[in-house]
């Protein structure tokens, strides 16, 4: 035999298959230019000598892991439909006298050949596209750096060996099952006679219980921070929720519409209906992964958008003014006019002038609410808690200005979600609200976007001393102490403002050496919003890139998940089709059938994740407000922009397959 | 009355780019009578199936017309001919062709629910013809759990659910055993006699031995026809295998007249 012959048979047989191997060659290219570029960022010296990008080079090492395993899996995945279908080929070679050492050459070249062809390709594309992602990528994280054009080595490596360990391992698990088939079972491949598929109801009503539970947490969870905990078990609910009720609940469904006899016998659902009995019996679960990869790429997607988009507002809610500076007095007596002075000097010292400044003494600490009254609670309870924030009425003119008239347990009170009641008991005593104050002149604490704040207004210091030395008993070691808070805005550009910052971070911190009467502790610290901005930028910059990237990579696969088995169910169908045409079904029956047929299974699975998203939204929106978003309607317009696009995307692949589709059954 | 009426068919097969011709059909005539059981008998390549396909306007003829009830088929447009094709026509292929994803019941139903009639009329029209054929006790089950005879039942009870005026059937029998193929070839006799014409393609002697006429297609053209008269079914078995053998031992290569 010739030395050729094998090679020239493989690349035959890869051209005979084009319509299922130029898919899988092209998914092959794009996972690996992906899988390149991803290498090449993480890699890149410029980006990585970059301030605050340890954290960046962390995320993209995770990005190319998870790529690198999704990669493995996804190929596989393909790799399955492609030697299903060439299973009666092969038999038939192997019928014809080729022993299997013969089919298994025939299957070597082929990997052989599309292995080398995609790496090739792949990294080309990699290399001539990496410029192009790194540049949006410095563009997301507001990096200003120049890069010439270069090549990853270690990009190329990583990629070689991976891939080449994927093709491997493809290559083996095909003749591995080469090797157990036996000749007819290769001839006859897939289709074999199917029962039809029993009704699962306990599963089904399993399946809709866990669903709608996960709506429930969903939809009902106030607070943020019991949505931070209750989001995973939600999201576990929805997932086995999802996974039954496609495979029972679709049948459960489908046969119930079979026996509503007026319904089922009409010509545009006899067909379908009966169609999709059996096709959900092998796709469901399918199904369901497209429909839990897809909620997956779309809140990953809006997310990072939402994050990003909105990083500007969140930046303006964390950190309202461009200086804070915050000490505790724990249990000492601190200087508050030492040490305002001398926040003072360092800024005028760096040639800054104030443009505005607040501060302030306050104490606050979080109490458990129950009826009226408000109780000491126990770590890491959130549920009811609030945060309760104290001021004298002296500190309420300092900042304000005005003059307020209350006396003992008299107080002022501003509230940012539940308002207070007229009296409330704090630690066994009760206080008076005399007046409710339409707005408070300290609004900083990051806490109020996450819980119930109530700003009080004490009549004096006996008054915040008498409920610290409670709140110090009730508490014990977890006590919080009284922070005195200095707010400033200055003039300046961002980089004189942070060099500002850094001074007065300086001058303040030189203080704990000098004078024993500032403590420092993580309660202490000076916030620059410039600097923090850099750091929100390169964070949410980092957080949107990969999951633009990933999304897109995941949307991909989805898309030719799909195609693949619309495909594969053609060949299947293709004989139904050609008896109903006997019987008397017309050219545009036909394809109205096919249309109707597939444009469920492709868009069913999209449906079902658009409605987690919607019944998400609410929570992932409470889950942002941790990420200092509050922006609501932000997160709603990314979401639907993305789900458009989702949705355009699929909208085309669903064209191009159905016009295939019809060809291979028409 | 004549049902149907093939006057001077021809099929010329031409390959893709008009290289290579094959003469299919070259000179067909004949017509069939209402309520008349015609088997066409002829060799393979004899042009049996491609006349057939015809006659069900699967296949449009080069030349020569085909009239059904006085209409010809061979002009009515690709829009109409899906529904003319099940309003008059009952197909009984020798594979069945019965769909794996429907119950012998809405197999029998496809080509009514094709036509949009509703549940009731469909129910109504299924139980005298499930009674006759004998297969109301498995109407509910799956094509993949009853026998091959069952299913030609069923797929007989199809052809005849839309009343149609000609029962059109491709090799019937092919794929039955002795037993079976008895049965329904008792089946169609017993369709006929109620005045359902039938027009059947077959290579088996058996099969056509229960015919009223019989047509004899060689390369292209009807070559002898025989009437049963009052010929009993073993007269007519070897009156058709006499036919057969001269068929076969005659060379009529190159013109088909006798």
Request: proline residues 2%; hydrophobic residues 45%.
């Amino acid at each position: 035999m010739n030395n050729l012959f094998f090679p020239k048979l493989a690349v035959n047989t890869i051209k005979k298959n084009g319509k299922f191997y130029f898919p899988y060659i092209l998914t092959c290219i794009g996972t690996i230019a992906m899988f390149y570029i991803m290498c090449f960022i993480e890699s890149n010296e410029g980006i990585n000598k970059m301030p605050g990008a340890d954290s960046l080079e962390q995320m993209m090492e995770l990005g190319t892991i998870v790529i690198a395993i999704f990669a493995a899996i996804f190929l596989f995945y393909t790799n399955s439909f492609l030697i299903k279908r060439r299973k009666k080929e092969l038999g038939l070679y192997n019928i014809l006298g080729m022993e299997k050492q013969h089919i298994a050459k025939i299957l070597f070249y082929e990997t052989i050949i599309v292995g080398i062809f995609s790496i090739i390709t792949g990294l080309l594309f990699g290399i001539l596209f990496s410029k192009l992602i790194l540049l949006i990528y410095t563009k997301f994280l507001s990096f200003k750096v120049t890069f010439g054009f270069s090549v990853s080595v270690y990009g190329i490596k990583s990629s070689l060996f991976l891939f080449s360990a994927i093709f491997l391992l493809i290559l083996l698990s095909n003749l591995f099952q080469i090797k157990l088939a036996k000749p007819i079972e290769l001839l006859k491949g897939g289709s074999v006679g199917e029962k039809e598929p029993k009704t699962k109801l306990i599963t089904a009503i399993i399946g809709t219980i866990c669903l709608a539970l996960g709506y429930y947490i969903a939809i009902t969870t106030e607070s943020p921070l019991s949505a931070l905990s209750l989001f995973f078990v939600a999201v576990i609910l929805v997932i086995i929720g999802t996974y039954l009720l496609f495979n029972a609940g679709s049948i459960a469904l489908l046969k119930s519409l079979k026996k509503n006899k007026n319904y089922y016998y009409q010509t545009k659902h006899f067909t379908s209906i009966s169609g999709m009995i059996y096709r959900m019996k092998q796709n469901a679960t399918g199904l369901a992964n497209i429909c839990i990869l897809s909620t997956m790429v779309l809140v990953m997607v809006t997310g990072t958008m939402s994050l990003y988009i909105g990083a500007e507002d969140a930046l303006k809610n964390r950190y309202p003014y461009d200086i804070t500076v915050r000490k505790s007095f724990q249990d000492k007596s601190i200087d508050r006019d030492k040490l305002l002075q001398s926040v003072l000097d360092a800024i005028s010292s760096q040639g800054r002038s104030i443009k505005k400044i607040n501060d302030y003494k306050y104490l606050s600490f979080s109490v458990s609410y129950d009826n009226g009254q408000f109780i000491a609670n126990s770590q890491n309870q959130y549920g009811n808690s609030e945060v309760l924030t104290f001021i004298t009425a002296d500190e309420y003119t300092h900042l304000t200005g005005k003059t307020i008239d209350i006396t003992g347990n008299e107080v002022l009170a501003c509230s940012n979600k539940r308002e207070l009641d007229n009296t409330f008991s704090l630690f066994d005593k009760t206080y008076t609200v005399s007046d409710k104050l339409e707005s408070f002149p300290m609004t900083s604490d990051f806490a109020m976007f996450l819980m119930n704040v109530h700003f009080v207004v004490l009549s004096n210091d006996v008054v915040l001393s008498q409920i610290l030395n409670e709140q110090l008993e009730a508490y014990g070691d977890h006590a919080s102490w009284p922070n005195y808070e200095v707010s400033i805005d200055i003039d300046g550009t961002d980089d004189e403002k942070i060099a500002c910052a850094q001074a007065v971070d300086n001058a303040t911190r030189d203080k704990v050496k000098d004078d024993n009467s500032i403590g420092y502790r993580y309660v202490n610290y000076t916030h620059s919003r410039q600097m923090r901005a850099k750091q929100f930028y390169t964070l949410y910059g980092g957080f949107l890139f990969l999951g633009l990237f990933l999304g897109t990579l995941f949307m991909m696969a989805t898309a030719l998940i799909i195609y693949y088995k619309q495909i594969s169910e053609g060949y299947d169908d293709k004989e139904r089709f050609e008896i109903m045409q006997k019987v008397g079904m017309s050219h545009d029956e036909i394809k109205a059938t096919v249309r109707s047929q597939v444009l469920k299974v492709f868009f069913i699975p999209i449906i079902a994740a658009a409605i987690h998203i919607a019944a998400a939204f609410k929570m992932i929106t409470k889950l942002l407000a941790v990420m200092n978003l509050t922006n609501v309607p932000l997160f709603f317009w990314c979401t639907l922009v993305t789900l458009l696009v989702f949705a355009a995307v699929y909208g085309e692949v669903y064209t191009l397959t159905a016009k295939i589709y019809y060809k291979i059954v028409g | 009355m004549e049902i149907l009426n093939v006057n001077n068919l021809k099929k010329v097969y031409s390959s893709r780019f008009g290289g290579n011709h094959v003469l299919a059909l070259k000179n067909v005539s004949f017509s069939v009578e209402k309520g008349e059981y015609v088997a066409i008998m002829g060799e393979s390549g004899s042009g049996k199936t491609t006349l057939l396909n015809i006659i069900a306007s699967l296949d449009k003829p080069t030349s020569g017309e085909v009239l059904l009830n006085g209409k010809s088929i061979v002009s009515i447009k690709e829009k109409e001919i899906s529904s003319f094709r099940r309003n008059n026509l009952g197909f009984v292929f020798q594979d069945f062709n019965l769909l794996d994803t429907f119950s012998l019941q809405d197999n029998i139903f496809l080509p009514l629910v094709l036509s949009g009639k509703s549940y009731n009329e469909m129910s109504t029209c299924l139980k005298p013809i499930a009674t006759k054929l004998g297969i109301s006790n498995i109407i509910s089950k799956y094509p993949y759990e009853v026998s091959g005879g069952e299913k030609q039942r069923a797929a007989v009870a199809r052809a005849l659910i839309t009343n149609p005026k000609l029962i059109l059937a491709d090799e019937p029998t092919g794929a039955l055993d002795s037993h079976s193929t008895d049965g329904l070839l008792r089946m169609f006799n017993e369709i006929n006699n109620d005045g359902q014409t039938i027009l059947m393609v077959t290579h088996s002697v058996q099969a056509a031995s229960r015919a009223k006429r019989v047509l004899f297609i060689k390369d292209g053209e009807v070559f002898h026809q025989i009437y049963r008269a009052n010929r009993s079914h073993e007269e007519m078995f070897a009156k058709i295998s006499d036919t057969l053998t001269i068929l076969a031992t005659k060379d009529t290569r190159g013109d088909g007249h006798e």
